[in-house]
């Protein structure tokens, strides 16, 4: 074979693995070969319910009751339905929760179920981002339409904030809204991972004052 | 049977039901699925026809077996299912049913669609070719009778129009699969009376007898064949939406297949013809069949001859008879596999392409072993690899993205507005991989990136992509989540309109809006992905992009914040839409038309009142009339009314009617007030929401609309002309009269019309008019679901008087001069604040009216105003002047203090009133207007525009301590510490400001 015919195999060649690197799902091909796959299985799912049991689900599996921790799951979006144990049983409505694990890292839901369809609590879990900095991001989303969310005691700005960067590290985070309990929970940064934070907020029961009528 | 065991299968196998499979095509259908590794359900009557098939089945693992019983279990309790076998034929071979058979049948087809549809699952419906045959020369001869209503012809052609009308509406993946009559060694029995006795006659007796001339048709298929036709058919995707023949590509005539059996050498040896008396004088067959099952690579594999020996032998073994078949009758063929290996296009096109190189690498095979040369192809390589990898992959990846993310967007555009959900779906799935596929080959060209010192423009690219990757995976959600809703506003017919109080359609939509409640979950992920991904774009440094993508990263921007706004206030509203539409029972709402020239508390004078009663989605209530009418008729009954202490001291009135219900700014207390007399007249018990438009909401979308045309109106209606219209009957108006509601009521009708005849496209066109009319309150809604009420009050839809307003005061007017003064006033408003300290701030608000009305003549004339002022309840009044010989009142009402008098502005006069307070903080924090959280200090001020009023000057001054450092001016303008703002006061508006205060 002439040279210049190899040649324009060559680049012929380096075209087609261009666009086959480009098709290829290399994460999910090497997430399926043995003993490389538990690098890409690892994730785990920590779920807690405060006040109470509650059995769970995910993706229709049932894993029993809460407090569980689910391992080895592999990464992708998740269906957690969490269903309050109760004698009441039409009293609490099932939840279902929508999660996305990445791999190497760990997820959390810590919640109340409360009457009425209403939460309180937060969800925590991690995905992966591509920056240029050093730097980890913090995504914090409430329940309540413009709660405060502080950082370390500073004022941030009102939810929701998405991608704030900050340095790997461990910060406390508070998110307020008017009317509703506050939620105060600690949080750790890392590296090339955006932490997503969402709160749920009970409303503060109204106590009604009887204004009487009069005329000054 | 177990729901269990269906539980615990995995993933990756794939399920099959198979309705009616518990007959020899469904057992070898099962059968040949199992072989492959496939799961599979039939669901049949347990009985002696079925109980070998099933018996033999029941012995794998991947098989279950479910009576009709347990039907409904089954779709209950399975999480998915890939393909549904309906055999229908099965069914078929009972010639007459009665009447609860016929629909306990079509309902089984009706919840199996519907079930198909849920699961996304292939569905194959199998019926009779030579039912549909009959059925056709049966129509096309009018000498023959008609089928019973109970037949299996009838039943055939129900069931498939049903399964297409289905497919129509829901475009599942569905196709009808015409039969033959099934021959073959495990049919016991022909479903064929002539076949069945011309092969009873072949082995049993010595002639073979003919009813008439012998030239009837048959279309015939071996029960392999037919199984691996089902099969292949469901499996083809090209077939969805088809109806194929699945046959022999021959068909046979009675006399040919008798021939053809005295071939065979069977015990009978010579034919008989006898005289036929059921003859249906069939002169010709005009039947046309649907297309061949060859059409999509099917190809029949057993001839005639083979299937009619396997099926005479069958015969045989029944009677216990030997048969000797002559070897010169049967011609053997070797066996055709129905497996073809060949090359694709592409195949073909790297075959030729990679030839030489497998000839080079033989050649280089042959070749001694050279180091350096190794390490040169060696190095080669690698840098190749590198290249390809870093550079080239990247580059063309891109590229590649781009070119089919666009693609896929405009796609997607159209299968949204053609409501098409799997198809948007797969638009979504392409353009996620390719945002992913994107992101992967941005990371592999960061160097680039870093060497060029553009890391800004690496760092915004990678959020573009992450806001694009969440806002698809939102999309994704919201899809499956808004498509019942899309479907309810599609599908939507009124049962009534405002003319006429006969019911048009009994239709519901208690489905669709099940469905809507059902999805809430995925639009709740839907929010909040494309809440992040807002979040993310918005903050994109738009100027790190080249020039040339700027404008489109802003478009972008522009786009994400709708997105955001319209799936935020989708999520909400979803909670409470079911109910409203009466998922449960039945809703009534009280219309009200207000007209602002004359203002009132809640937006004007009230002209019109109307009652909507809505049930499973669907109106069943509908009444319109002259709110003046409603107080003559109540008058007539004498019902009396008190009226609030606040209006009796203020208007000096002792009876209250209908036309005054609106005192209360609040309108959910307008709500609760009017409901004893919506009562009285007999229109309902109770109300669940208010609603209220006013002239401008009406003018609004005829001025979009050019104008309507109304029934008895000799001219167009247009955004003009509408006002002295209505003017004009006013003035007219005597009680009794009709003429305006008949107008009111044409005009409603045309609109409503002309809103339900929009398709998606046209109402998101609409749809800035609705907002924009919400938050000017020309439309205003309020409801007692709590979850509706709290959606419209949050946005200012609702002119709820609530905590929020606990600092600015609220000027409400009354116009009670009988004129339309309001068309001719200028207002100023101004309000100065002063927070002195962390627990005192000082208010000072004036109005300065002018009134521009020349005369003393309807519609102009003075400005007769009982003017009404809300302020916080604790709040110490320092300063009031500008009441009539200043007499005002200070009462408290809802939760405020109410300083009210009259304020009146007489024709080409300018009047102003005045009035300061203090607020202080208590000994219980919690309403105090300055709020005070770690280091900040927050000060929400909300001004609140009374509805119906004009967009009028509004004027704020804010002074603080000079020791706080503003974080937040809320959008007012900061000079040292002051912040100031003019604007004109269109809706309510809100300012958040916050402070950071020193230790």
């Known amino acids: 074979m002439t040279n210049s015919k190899k040649l324009l195999f060559i680049i012929l060649g380096i075209f087609l693995l261009s666009v086959l690197l480009y098709f290829l799902p290399l994460n999910s091909l090497l997430g399926k070969i043995p003993i490389l796959d538990r690098f890409y299985n690892n994730t785990s799912l920590e779920i807690v319910t405060q006040k109470g049991k509650a059995k769970v689900w995910i993706d229709g599996k049932d894993y029993g009751e809460t407090p569980t921790t689910v391992q080895d799951l592999p990464e992708g979006s998740y269906l957690v339905e969490l269903e309050k144990i109760s004698d009441e049983k039409f009293f609490y409505e099932k939840q279902s929760i929508q999660i996305t694990l990445t791999r190497n890292t760990s997820a959390r839901i810590d919640l109340e179920i409360g009457p009425q369809n209403i939460l309180h609590g937060v969800i925590i879990y991690y995905t992966p981002i591509k920056t240029s900095s050093d730097n980890g991001m913090l995504t914090v989303i409430s329940n309540v339409d413009g709660a405060k969310v502080f950082l370390d005691k500073e004022f941030l700005k009102a939810s929701p904030i998405s991608n704030l960067s900050l340095r790997e590290n461990q910060y406390q985070v508070k998110v307020t809204a008017e009317g509703h309990e506050e939620i105060d929970v600690p949080i750790v940064i890392s590296k090339n991972y955006s932490l997503n934070l969402k709160t749920y907020h009970f409303p503060i029961p109204t106590t009604f004052d009887t204004l009487e009528e009069e005329n000054e | ?999």
């Open chain 2, 1 to 999: 049977m177990s729901n269990l065991r269906l539980n615990k299968i995995k993933p990756q196998t794939p399920i099959s039901i198979i309705v009616h499979g518990g007959n020899r095509v469904g057992y070898l259908t099962a059968k040949t699925l199992i072989d492959q590794g496939c799961y599979v359900v039939i669901i049949d009557k347990f009985n002696s026809n079925t109980k070998k098939y099933l018996s033999e089945l029941k012995k794998s693992e991947l098989f279950d077996f479910f009576d009709f019983k347990g039907f409904n279990s089954l779709f209950k309790n399975i999480k998915r299912f890939d393909y549904l076998f309906y055999f229908l034929n099965q069914k078929l071979s009972q010639k007459d049913f009665d009447s609860k058979e016929f629909l306990n049948e079509t309902k089984t087809l009706e919840e199996t669609l519907a079930n198909t549809k849920k699961n996304n699952a292939k569905f194959s419906l199998i019926t009779s070719l030579p039912l549909n045959r009959e059925l056709a020369n049966r129509v096309n001869n009018i000498k023959l009778s008609a089928p019973s209503p109970y037949s299996n012809i009838e039943l055939q052609k129900y069931c498939e129009t049903l399964a297409a009308e289905f497919k129509d509406k829901s475009n599942i993946n569905l196709r009808i699969l015409r039969v033959g009559t099934v021959i073959g060694k495990g049919t016991e029995k022909v479903d064929n009376e002539i076949i069945d006795n011309l092969l009873k006659d072949a082995t049993q007796k010595s002639q073979i007898t003919i009813k008439g001339e012998g030239l009837d048709v048959h279309t015939l298929i071996h029960e392999a064949d037919a199984t691996y036709g089902i099969l292949k058919l469901t499996f083809t995707d090209n077939t969805k939406g088809e109806v194929i023949s699945l046959a022999n590509k021959n068909n046979y005539t009675t006399l040919s297949l008798a021939y053809k059996l005295l071939e065979l050498n069977t015990e009978a040896q010579t034919i008989r013809f006898v005289e036929n008396p059921e003859s249906q004088f069939v002169i010709q067959d005009l039947y046309v069949p649907a297309p061949p099952a060859t059409k999509y690579g099917w190809i029949q594999q057993v001839n005639l001859e083979e299937a009619l020996v396997e099926q005479l032998q069958t015969y045989y073994d029944d009677i216990n008879k030997s048969w000797d078949i002559g070897e010169a009758s049967l011609k053997k063929k070797s066996p055709k596999s129905p497996v073809r290996v060949g090359k694709t296009k592409l195949g073909e096109f790297l075959s030729n392409l990679f030839d030489p190189v497998k000839n080079t690498f033989k050649k280089e095979r042959k070749a001694e072993f050279n180091p350096k040369k190794f390490f040169t192809i060696l190095l080669s390589t690698v840098g190749l690899l590198s290249f390809t990898y870093f550079v080239l992959y990247p580059i063309l990846g891109t590229i590649i993205g781009l070119v089919l993310i666009n693609n896929s967007t405009k796609d997607l555009t159209t299968s949204v507005l053609e409501l098409d959900e799997a198809k948007s779906k797969t638009n979504i799935e392409n353009l996620e991989k390719n945002i992913d596929r994107i992101s992967d080959s941005i990371g592999n060209i960061y160097w680039l990136f870093y060497i060029t010192n553009n890391k800004d423009l690496y760092d915004n690219t990678t959020q573009l992509l992450l806001g694009s990757q969440y806002t698809v995976q939102g999309a994704s959600e919201l899809i499956t989540a808004i498509y019942p809703l899309s479907q309810y506003i599609q599908d939507f017919q009124p049962a009534l309109d405002f003319q006429t109080s006969t019911p048009t359609t009994t239709r519901e939509y208690r489905e669709y809006l099940k469905e809507i409640q059902a999805n809430s979950y995925k639009l709740e992920e839907a929010s909040y992905k494309i809440s992040l991904a807002s979040e993310i774009i918005k903050n994109l440094d738009t100027t790190t992009f080249p020039k040339i993508l700027q404008d489109k990263i802003l478009e972008v921007k522009d786009l994400i914040t709708k997105l955001e706004e319209g799936t935020t206030t989708f999520k909400e509203s979803t909670s409470f839409l079911p109910d409203l539409l009466g998922v449960d029972q039945r809703k009534r709402y009280l219309i009200l038309l207000q007209n602002e020239s004359e203002i009132r508390s809640t937006g004007g004078w009230l002209t019109s009142y109307g009652v909507v009663g809505v049930e499973g989605g669907q109106i069943r209530e509908l009444f319109v009339d002259d709110i003046y009418n409603a107080d003559g008729t109540l008058r007539i009954q004498n019902k009396k009314y008190i009226p609030p202490k606040s209006m009796v001291n203020g208007l000096e009135i002792t009876d209250w009617s209908f036309s005054l219900v609106n005192w209360y700014p609040d309108l959910l207390d307008t709500l609760s007030e009017s409901e004893p007399f919506v009562k009285d007249l007999g229109k309902g018990n109770s109300l669940d929401g208010l609603i209220t438009i006013d002239v401008t909401f009406i003018q609004k979308l005829l001025e979009k609309w050019n104008g309507i045309e109304v029934p008895g109106e000799s001219e167009i209606i247009t955004s003009e002309n509408m006002y002295s219209k209505i003017f004009e009957m006013h003035e007219e108006f005597t009680p009794g009269s009709t003429q305006k509601t008949t107008f009111l009521a044409n005009l409603a009708n045309e609109i409503v019309k002309r809103l339900l005849s929009m398709n998606i496209g046209e109402l998101i066109e609409i749809s800035d008019i609705f907002e924009e009319s919400l938050s000017e309150k020309h439309l205003q809604a309020t409801f007692k679901n709590r979850a509706a009420y709290t959606f419209f009050s949050s946005r200012n839809w609702a002119n709820s008087l609530d905590a929020r307003y606990n600092n600015a005061p609220i000027a409400i007017d009354w116009n009670w001069g009988g004129n339309k003064a309001n068309l001719y006033l200028d207002k100023n408003y101004n309000l100065n604040i002063s927070i002195k300290d962390k627990d005192t701030v000082d208010f000072a608000y004036s109005i300065t009216t002018e009134n521009s009305s020349t005369k003393s003549e309807y519609p102009e004339g003075d400005y007769i105003n009982y003017q009404r002022i809300y302020i916080p309840s604790e709040a110490q009044i320092l300063r009031i002047n500008g009441f009539v010989d200043n007499e005002y009142t200070i009462y408290k009402e809802s939760g405020f203090k109410v300083v009210a008098g009259w304020f009146n502005t007489p024709i080409q006069s300018t009047k102003s009133l005045e009035i300061s307070y203090r607020l202080e903080r208590g000994s219980e924090n919690n309403s105090f207007t300055l709020n005070t959280q770690e280091q900040n200090m927050f000060f929400d001020l909300s001004l609140f525009k009374q509805a119906g009023e004009k967009k009028h000057a509004y004027r704020v001054d804010l002074s603080y301590p000079s020791t706080w450092n503003l974080e937040n001016s809320g959008g007012l303008n900061s000079i040292s510490n002051q912040l100031s703002g003019r604007f004109e006061l269109n809706e309510d508006l809100h300012f958040p400001i916050i402070w950071r205060i020193p230790n």
